[in-house]
């Protein structure tokens, strides 16, 4: 559902996983295959959790399945594929394409991975089938998102193995000889 995908190598196993949604209401239209739920809506499936006010689903005539997240913000949170990673974003609107693959991110939008990695800007685009994000900074900026500017910190990985660098140990100088004297 939304945001299978919205992490890079999401776990694969959620999508065998069943789909549990709480929310104050809901209102389902099987006839258009559209259902909508609201307040303080909780999406779960395998590791996925999706928390937003407003969540509305749609599925089309090949079983694939669309949905927007709406909140202030809406987020979410997976753990990556192969890894004890997890992916954080949020945005006041969440939309996945699960025909596309794809996961747009849109007003304050951020995404966070463990180790420290941190990219924000009004939209930001997923395509999981090629693994390319694109992030853009709002035209009319709120004063509130300073220069409306894209924002990025990508913490440093040791040995490429997409973990955190290990903090530098801190030792001691060798003992340096003084000038022979002859």
């Given at each position: 559902?939304?945001?299978?995908?919205?992490?890079?190598?999401?776990e694969?196993?959620?999508?065998?996983?069943?789909?549990?949604?709480?929310?104050?209401?809901?209102?389902?239209?099987?006839?258009?295959?559209?259902?909508?739920?609201?307040?303080?809506?909780?999406?779960?499936?395998?590791?996925?959790?999706?928390?937003a006010?407003r969540?509305?689903?749609?599925?089309?005539?090949?079983?694939?399945?669309?949905?927007?997240?709406?909140g202030?913000?809406?987020?979410?949170?997976?753990?990556?594929e192969?890894?004890?990673?997890?992916?954080?974003?949020?945005?006041?609107?969440?939309?996945?394409?699960?025909?596309?693959?794809?996961?747009?991110?849109?007003?304050?939008?951020?995404?966070?991975?463990?180790?420290?990695?941190?990219?924000?800007?009004?939209?930001?685009?997923?395509?999981?089938?090629?693994?390319?994000?694109?992030?853009?900074?709002?035209?009319?900026?709120p004063?509130?998102?300073?220069?409306?500017?894209v924002?990025?910190?990508?913490?440093?990985?040791?040995?490429?193995?997409?973990?955190?660098?290990?903090?530098?140990?801190?030792?001691?100088?060798?003992?340096?000889?003084?000038?022979?004297?002859?």
């Amino acid at each position: 559902m939304l945001a299978t995908a919205c992490s890079a190598r999401a776990e694969r196993a959620d999508r065998d996983r069943p789909v549990n949604i709480e929310a104050d209401r809901m209102n389902a239209d099987d006839a258009q295959k559209t259902a909508v739920f609201e307040g303080r809506v909780v999406l779960t499936q395998g590791t996925l959790l999706i928390r937003a006010d407003r969540l509305t689903v749609r599925q089309d005539k090949e079983g694939f399945q669309s949905g927007v997240a709406l909140g202030k913000p809406a987020t979410f949170r997976q753990k990556r594929e192969g890894s004890d990673e997890y992916i954080d974003g949020e945005a006041e609107r969440i939309e996945y394409d699960g025909r596309a693959d794809r996961v747009q991110m849109f007003n304050r939008a951020r995404l966070r991975r463990d180790g420290g990695d941190d990219v924000r800007g009004n939209y930001i685009s997923y395509d999981s089938r090629t693994e390319h994000f694109s992030v853009q900074a709002a035209k009319d900026a709120p004063a509130e998102s300073r220069d409306g500017r894209v924002r990025a910190v990508i913490m440093p990985r040791k040995g490429g193995t997409g973990g955190p660098s290990e903090p530098l140990e801190l030792k001691p100088a060798p003992a340096i000889a003084g000038p022979r004297q002859e």
